[in-house]
T-cell receptor
Framework: GAGVSQSPRYKVAKRGQDVALRCDPISGHVSLFWYQQALGQGPEFLTYFQNEAQLDKSGLPSDRFFAERPEGSVSTLKIQRTQQEDSAVYLC???????????????FGPGTRLTVL | QKEVEQNSGPLSVPEGAIASLNCTYSDRVSQSFFWYRQYSGKSPELIMSIYSNGDKEDGRFTAQLNKASQYVSLLIRDSQPSDSATYLCAVLSGGSYIPTFGRGTSLIVHP
């Protein structure tokens, strides 16, 4: 079946602009994660959804970052008033969350590379 | 603070050799361990998962877990130039769904 998709793949924004990044998880996957990956670093957790519920947003770096998943499928990560330090690859991942164990593996989308000028 | 440590490398090995990648973690209650491969400019791709002490083999890949020493390793036998990538270690604690990733080890397999 189709994997996780993200759009746009590349986004260039001027400092101060708002951006919206979209994630389409694998159909039927309950769990959805957003990560930020800076160059040369591993993915850093931003936020986690179980269906439409945002269960953890402890990784969001500031109140300029906002994520939603209103119908429990597609998710949007919004960054307001972008800053240069927001430049990174934003990865979305989904997992089945079949029985609530921690053995669920995550499947990543291709990411959105955000460059803030 | 949960930490996952990896040597950033690069680790350079000749084609056909065994590449050994290591990862240590700080959280003693960690239960699930994953190795992802990430090619430059691409997203992470899961290659191995391991949940119990010992070795787990899948083709040319072997994951080794030692919970007492809090390390997990990945061995790649008969390394190929196509194995050149960054290998990310991810660790999941019991009851959590949020993995902690290491920064990754860059592997270069030269002909």
């Amino acid at each position: 079946g189709a994997g996780v998709s993200q759009s746009p793949r590349y986004k260039v924004a001027k400092r101060g602009q708002d951006v919206a990044l979209r994630c389409d998880p694998i159909s039927g996957h309950v769990s959805l994660f957003w990560y930020q990956q800076a160059l040369g670093q591993g993915p850093e957790f931003l936020t986690y959804f179980q269906n439409e519920a945002q269960l953890d947003k402890s990784g969001l770096p500031s109140d300029r970052f906002f994520a939603e998943r209103p119908e429990g499928s597609v998710s949007t990560l919004k960054i307001q008033r972008t800053q240069q330090e927001d430049s990174a690859v934003y990865l979305c991942a989904s997992s089945v969350h079949r029985d609530g164990t921690s053995t669920d593996t995550q499947y990543f989308g291709p990411g959105t590379r955000l460059t803030v000028l | 603070q949960k930490e996952v440590e990896q040597n950033s490398g690069p680790l350079s090995v000749p084609e056909g050799a065994i590449a050994s990648l290591n990862c240590t973690y700080s959280d003693r209650v960690s239960q699930s361990f994953f190795w992802y491969r990430q090619y430059s400019g691409k997203s992470p791709e899961l290659i191995m998962s391991i949940y119990s002490n010992g070795d787990k083999e899948d083709g040319r890949f072997t994951a080794q877990l030692n919970k007492a020493s809090q390390y997990v390793s990945l061995l790649i036998r008969d390394s190929q130039p196509s194995d050149s990538a960054t290998y990310l270690c991810a660790v999941l604690s019991g009851g959590s769904y949020i993995p902690t990733f290491g920064r990754g080890t860059s592997l270069i397999v030269h002909p």
